[in-house]
């Protein structure tokens, strides 16, 4: 168990009232971090070593800064088995929970608004990552999770309050948690201007018998009049929303408009927007009035391994959950 050395902490108004701080980190908190570490399914008993220990403060510190100053405590209970089994719930409970909580996706505008929010989005690999709040799989010694995440969302000129930043080994694993998690079915549409090699989403979208519409970069074009992007936007169909609008924001090195968000919003369909191309380090995307329902981004911190770090920015208005709404 992790002890707090403070008996108490200071008033964050700076007034002269204080409040007890935090003094036991509850075991989850550690199974947590334990579990991010790597090579856990091959050493998954035995006590925690003093590098574990560190690796526990340092991750406790960064994502719960209410727990500063924690201290490891040495006991023979403190093991690998009894952590990896503390949060394990029987399967009745777990069934039950997940369909008590059921996410919905919804839009911020009046046309098919309530058809939006009555879409309900199937269990998937993403409702897992959301509900377990998953963190990078780096050393969070040097590099908080916290760190990543403000920079992906400063980026991106978007808020924590709206957005959930979750962190993937690469761009094509974040397209297929969307591919999974999204509800395709016979009668909605992909429409995509994304790369081919990498474009994933389009292989559950066949899986689920969605259609796919697979359009070319000159349809982003704003000085083309009647442009078909905009006619399929418009395209009837018998459900709201009609699906999700997959487009980079940059082609050829220009950056591709953000009207298309808004666009595609009128018209009742979700959007990813793939800026995993910006250089982000130097550029930055001013998303925070279309504010798509994913962004695709990487982000460079110093030290990291990997240098550069795979986001995926989640509208929480889009995919309300429990966790999110929290």
């Given amino acids: ?12 108004t700076g007034g002269d009232q204080s409040k ?68 394990e719930e029987p399967e009745d409970k777990k069934r039950s929970s997940s369909s008590s909580s059921s996410p919905s996706f919804g839009t ?15 269990p998937s690999k ?20 916290v760190q990543a995440r403000n920079r992906a969302l400063q980026s991106c000129g978007l808020t924590e309050e709206d957005y959930l930043v979750i962190f993937t080994p690469s761009v094509k694993e974040a397209m297929m948690m969307v591919g999974e998690s999204y509800p ?4 909605n549409y992909y429409m995509t201007i994304l790369g081919e090699d990498y474009d994933v989403i389009k292989e ?17 074009d704003l000085r083309i009049k009647g442009s078909q992007l905009s006619q399929y936007f418009r395209k009837k169909c018998k459900h709201s929303p009609k699906g999700v609008f997959a ?15 808004s666009e595609a919003h009128r018209n009742a369909w979700h959007v990813l927007l ?36 795979t986001c995926l920015l989640v509208r929480k208005r889009s995919f309300e959950t429990g966790e999110t709404s929290a």
């Fill in 20 to 87: 007890k701080a935090h003094t036991v980190i509850p075991a989850h908190l550690i199974a947590e971090a334990i579990s991010t570490l790597h090579g856990l399914d091959l050493r998954w008993s035995g006590p925690i070593t003093p590098t574990e220990m560190q690796y526990v403060q340092q991750y406790v510190f960064a994502k719960y800064p209410e727990y500063n100053n924690g201290l490891v405590e040495q006991t023979e209970n403190l093991d690998l088995y009894t952590l990896c089994n503390i949060n």
């Fill in 247 to 261: 487009y980079p924001a940059c082609t050829n090195g220009a950056r591709s408009s953000m009207h298309w968000i």
């Fill in 108 to 122: 911020n505008y009046n046309t098919s608004s309530d058809y939006m929010n009555k879409i309900q989005l199937e």
């Fill in 1 to 12: 168990m992790l002890h707090n050395s403070d008996e108490e902490q200071a008033s964050p």
């Fill in 204 to 220: 559950f979208v066949s899986y689920k018998d969605s259609k796919v519409i697979i359009a070319p970069e000159t349809w982003l």
């Fill in 126 to 145: 993403l409702l897992d990552v959301l509900a377990k709040k998953t963190s990078f799989h780096g050393n969070f010694i040097s590099i908080p999770e």
């Fill in 274 to 309: 793939d800026a995993s191309g910006l250089d982000l380090g130097n550029e930055r995307l001013a998303l925070a009035l279309h504010r798509p329902d994913y962004v695709m981004c990487t982000v460079e911190i110093a030290h990291a391994q990997p240098a550069k770090i």
């Fill in 184 to 187: 395709f079915f016979r009668g």
